[in-house]
């Protein structure tokens, strides 16, 4: 359960990476998506989150 959750959070601290800098191109409008300093944390938490509810 442990390891499904650090998986879950570094699986989603990178989709948040990969969006933040995607969609600061494209819109620019949304703080949390638009700045990876808020991006990375956010989907990280929601990776963790995600991750021990189907994973573990």
């Known amino acids: 359960m442990i390891l499904a959750s650090i998986i879950g959070a570094v699986a989603g ?3 948040g ?3 933040s800098r995607n969609m600061s191109r494209i819109t620019g409008t949304c703080p949390i998506m638009c ?3 808020v991006a990375v ?3 990280a938490l929601l990776g963790l989150l995600v991750a021990g509810q189907y994973l573990g």
Do not use: T
């Open 35 to 37: 700045n990876p300093k």
């Open 13 to 15: 601290g990178a989709l």
């Open 17 to 19: 990476l990969v969006i």
């Open 41 to 43: 944390p956010y989907f």
